[in-house]
Nanobody
Framework: QVRLVESGGGLVQAGESLRLSCAAT????????MAWFRRDEKKDLKFVAA????????LYRDSVKGRFTVSRDDAKDMLYLEMNNLMPDDTAIYYC????????????????????WGQGTQVTVSL
């Protein structure tokens, strides 16, 4: 049973930083691309970032490029999202996601490509 559990969210002021973590169990972690999505107050689920199964490629939403960094630690079965210079528009529930198939990669960020999801961690950025 694949399980993804996010942590690290919180309430911060604009300009501050947070590091989100996603712990994965139930599969061979280093065979799978991993991604972050977020759902804002308007309930729209939007792609944030992804890292390929081998860590050699990453993909970011334009609005977070240069501010966020996605990384993985395969020895610990962990996915991370370092978020710097946070803005109020970053306020959302952040979800960790994984596809069903191993060794997959896309040059797009689409939720339909991901089969497994965590329960989310809330990030709130105030002015």
């Amino acid at each position: 049973q694949v399980r993804l559990v996010e942590s690290g969210g919180g309430l911060v002021q604009a300009g501050e930083s947070l590091r989100l973590s996603c712990a994965a169990t139930g599969r061979t972690f280093n065979l799978y691309t991993m991604a972050w999505f977020r759902r804002d107050e308007k309930k729209d689920l939007k792609f944030v970032a992804a890292i390929r199964y081998d860590g050699r490629m990453t993909l970011y939403r334009d609005s977070v490029k240069g501010r966020f960094t996605v990384s993985r630690d395969d020895a610990k079965d962990m996915l991370y999202l370092e978020m710097n210079n946070l803005m109020p528009d970053d306020t959302a529930i952040y979800y960790c996601a994984a596809p069903e198939d191993s060794w997959t990669w896309w040059t797009r960020g689409e939720s339909v490509d991901y089969a497994y999801w965590g329960q989310g961690t809330q990030v709130t950025v105030s002015l």
